[in-house]
């Protein structure tokens, strides 16, 4: 008997306890909706007469809902899920995060300021109730601005935390390592749109055909890649060929585009692609003076590709052969 009122005490204990628990969880999130259900302009109103660079950084640690609904106004204007840094451009901001410090301050301003925006933005209520290592968010947009230094680190934070992303515009990625990438990939594997630059000078060269293997290996819903100043060569046209197998539009930005190597990549692929060449230098093509923008499309013919393209107007009812489409990018000059 005495064992038995002590079973069912204990477990009374225990499940008194999770209802406190639970009791405890649900007051939070009603205190946290409690201050979002507020009018969000009058805490604007307040807060941005405040140091910007001190509102950025001392409010979300005050209270996650003040922190959400100052960032989100910086950040999420449009109110899509979008997290779009290129907010830091402004010119109250921009001297902060990309002239003042080495390069090692710029990395811990940039890691401060996204520690808050994944805090602020977290699906869960204004504290960690479940003891969870990693909080995710709802974000699946994610814009970088041209010359902020982002390394691995804030990379992979911000993958593990944005799960759903569908959308990645990334044209600050000479910092990017190969290993980086592939463990940013592992968790963007819902990927549809992505754009990412600058593929140039050494360090990025050394890494890009891990970087696109790990795209092509994790992103199957990958449509859509604009690469910035990549060098087409045929090294490069087989890496993009063999990895990037799901995408239905390709877009080169500034890049330097070879001969052989656009020979190579029309030639293996084997599919109906869009490629458009935007600002781009054709190696060896002195005295040629190319449109700002030519579009390039894949068009099956049977078994086989068949090329146009619209960079002549008076030829634009024409279709090619791979090589024949590379000669006629050429053909001024022969």
Not at 162 to 178: D, N
Request: glycine share 6%; net charge positive.
């Amino acid at each position: 008997m005495v064992g038995a009122c002590g079973t069912r005490k204990k477990a009374s204990t225990t499940t008194n306890k999770r209802m406190n628990q639970e009791d405890l969880a649900e007051s939070r999130q009603m205190s946290f909706n409690r201050w979002l259900d507020l009018p969000s302009g009058i805490f604007e109103q307040i807060f941005f007469k405040l140091d910007l660079i001190e509102m950025l950084f001392f409010i979300p640690l005050v209270c996650k809902s003040w922190g959400y609904i100052i960032l989100k106004a910086i950040f999420d204007k449009e109110d899509t899920n979008c997290l779009d840094l290129s907010a830091l451009e402004d010119e109250h901001f921009y001297s902060y995060f990309f002239y003042v410090g080495d390069q090692d301050s710029k990395a811990m301003k940039l890691m401060s300021l996204l520690v808050r925006l994944m805090h602020a933005f977290a699906s869960d209520g204004p504290n960690d109730v479940n003891n969870c290592a990693i909080r995710t968010t709802p974000i699946t947009k994610l814009l970088f601005p041209p010359g902020l230094f982002l390394n691995d680190r804030h990379l992979i934070y911000l993958a593990e935390r944005c799960p759903k992303l569908k959308f990645l515009y990334l044209p600050c990625a000479q910092h990017i390592t190969g290993k980086g990438m592939s463990r940013a990939m592992r968790c963007w594997r819902g990927i549809e749109t992505m754009c990412y630059a600058p593929l140039v000078n050494i360090p990025p060269h050394l890494h890009l055909p891990r970087i696109v293997e790990e795209i092509g290996k994790n992103c199957k819903n990958l449509g859509y890649i604009n690469l910035g100043w990549l060098d087409l060569n045929w090294q490069t046209a087989e890496v993009l060929v063999q990895n990037l197998k799901s995408i239905r539009k390709l877009s080169l930005e500034r890049g330097c585009i070879s001969k052989y190597g656009l020979q190579i990549f029309l030639s293996r692929c084997k599919k109906n692609i869009s490629i458009m060449f935007i600002s781009c230098s054709f190696r060896y093509s002195q005295g040629i003076n190319y449109p700002s923008t030519i579009r390039v499309m894949g068009i099956p013919e049977g078994r086989r590709i068949r090329w146009w393209t619209d960079l002549y107007p008076h030829r634009s009812e024409e279709l090619h052969t791979s090589k024949g489409l590379v000669s006629l990018f050429w053909e001024r000059q022969e």
